[in-house]
C-alpha cells in the first residue's frame, strides 16, 4: 500500500528529526553551562513516588529520565525567573542606577540575559541591547550616545568598556555568571517594582548601521 508506505516514511522522518533536535538542544545546552538548577531533578522525583513503581512509566522515569534530567530540558519557573530579576535589580540599584538610566548589555543569550532585561524593567531603567559583534569604534558611538550608567559585558570586553566608560559601573555577564552573577547571588530575592508612566523610555534600539553609522 503505498500510502501507508508514504505514512511510515514520513514517522521516520519525524522521529529522525526529533532526534537530531534532542541531541542539538543538549550539546548546546551543556556547551553554554545553562542546567544550574535541579528543578526537573525535583519534579521527575516527585512523579516517580506517585506512580505505580512495577509500571513501565516508573521504570522509564528511574533509568533513563533522571539519571539524564539535564539532557530533556533546561526549565526555569515564573518564580524563580521573578527571584532572578529582583536581585539584578537590586545590584542596578546598588551600582547607583535611578529610574531613567540607561544600561547597555552586550552579553551572549544567556537565561540571565533575559532576567537582565526584566529587572532593568522592575527597576524603571532603560535597557540598551547591543550585538556581541559590535567593534570598539561602534561601541565608542553607542556609549558616547546613550550614556549609560552601567554597562554589561562578556568578560573578554570588560577592559575595553571600562576604557571607553570610565564614568560607568562595568559588570560582566558569562555562562558562570560573571560579576553580575556573583553580585545578584549576594542580593534579597524581593524588589518593589518601580511604577513607571506609559510615555517613559522602557529600550534604546539601534539600528545595525550597514549603512553607514548606528542610529
Known amino acids: 500500500n503505498p500510502a501507508r508506505g508514504i505514512g511510515i516514511g514520513l514517522v521516520l522522518l519525524l522521529r529522525l528529526l526529533f532526534g537530531i533536535f534532542f541531541l542539538g538542544g543538549a550539546v548546546n545546552k551543556f556547551q553554554r553551562n545553562y542546567m ?47 527571584a532572578r530579576s529582583a536581585r539584578i535589580a537590586n545590584v542596578l540599584v546598588g551600582a547607583g542606577c535611578v529610574p531613567g538610566d540607561r544600561v547597555m548589555a552586550q552579553v551572549d543569550k544567556l537565561p540571565d540575559t533575559l532576567a537582565l532585561y526584566l529587572g532593568c524593567l522592575r527597576a524603571g531603567l532603560a535597557y540598551v541591547p547591543l550585538n556581541t559583534g559590535y567593534q570598539r569604534r561602534e561601541l565608542e558611538h553607542f556609549i558616547g550616545d546613550a550614556g549609560p550608567r552601567v554597562i554589561v559585558c562578556r568578560t573578554d570586553g570588560r577592559d575595553t568598556m571600562m576604557a571607553l566608560a570610565p564614568e560607568a559601573t562595568v559588570f560582566t555577564l558569562a555562562a558562570d555568571g560573571g560579576t553580575l ?12 517594582t518601580v511604577v513607571r508612566r506609559p510615555e517613559d523610555l522602557a529600550a534604546i534600539l539601534y539600528t545595525s548601521g550597514t549603512t553607514g553609522r548606528s542610529k
Open 36 to 82: 544550574f538548577g535541579d528543578y526537573p531533578l525535583d519534579l521527575f522525583t516527585k512523579r516517580l513516588t506517585e506512580i505505580d513503581p512495577a509500571s513501565f512509566p516508573a521504570m522509564y522515569l528511574e533509568k533513563f529520565i533522571i539519571p539524564n534530567y539535564h539532557l530533556i530540558g533546561w526549565v526555569v519557573t515564573w518564580g524563580e525567573l521573578a
Open 181 to 192: 552573577g556573583a553580585g545578584a547571588r549576594a542580593q534579597r530575592e524581593e524588589f518593589a
